[in-house]
Nanobody, 122 residues
Framework: QVQLVESGGGLVQAGGSLRLSCAASGRTVSNYAMGWFRQAPGKEREFVAAILWSGGTTYSADSAKGRFTISRDNAKNTVYLQMNSLKPEDTAVYYC???????????????WGQGTQVTVSS
């Protein structure tokens, strides 16, 4: 089992920044890919970015490129999502997930956190 706990969400004005954190515990997370997803009301869960614990390879959705940066701190078993230049359309619940492969499909991720709300006001 892998336990994931997100934090760092909140209310921010358009153009502002937030940094989300995902603390992982349990099984050896270095074997996993860590992803960030988001889900807005009435919409499907959407891939944002992902990173491999081992090697640090990253991949981001087009909507995140240039604004969001995913990173990890191996010593703290924590993955971060730095979000800059936030827009109202970024408003969603953001979820951290762990899976065996760095892919964009949510179904490939076996472990999920509880989510953290991000609200961007215009």
């Amino acid at each position: 089992q892998v336990q994931l706990v997100e934090s760092g969400g909140g209310l921010v004005q358009a153009g502002g920044s937030l940094r989300l954190s995902c603390a992982a515990s349990g099984r050896t997370v270095s074997n996993y890919a860590m992803g960030w997803f988001r889900q807005a009301p009435g919409k499907e869960r959407e891939f944002v970015a992902a990173i491999l614990w081992s090697g640090g390879t990253t991949y981001s959705a087009d909507s995140a490129k240039g604004r969001f940066t995913i990173s990890r701190d191996n010593a703290k078993n924590t993955v971060y999502l730095q979000m800059n230049s936030l827009k109202p359309e970024d408003t969603a619940v953001y979820y951290c997930a762990a899976g065996r492969k760095l892919v964009v499909s949510a179904t490939a991720y076996a472990y999920w956190g509880q989510g953290t709300q991000v609200t961007v006001s215009s």
